[in-house]
């Protein structure tokens, strides 16, 4: 198992379940997550909107969020971010 195998199991405080929506609707819903949520926590985000990897990570590189992880799997990219 490698270590993004690791992060894609790892338990976190939530999860988005974006797969099958078009963007900019998967980052839409991770900031509105994001919001609800207290520094520290973390958000998985799945999604099969190619242009993911990108906007995910220029997503949180403007707002200040961690990128803790990210990979495919099963047909659907995800990402884990840390709350700042």
Known sequence: MTTQDT???EPVDREVDARGLNCPLPILRTKTALNRMVTGQTLRILTTEPGSVRDFRA???QSGNELVGEGERDGAFWFVIRRR
């Open 59 to 61: 997503f949180c590189r």
């Open 7 to 9: 992060v894609a199991l």
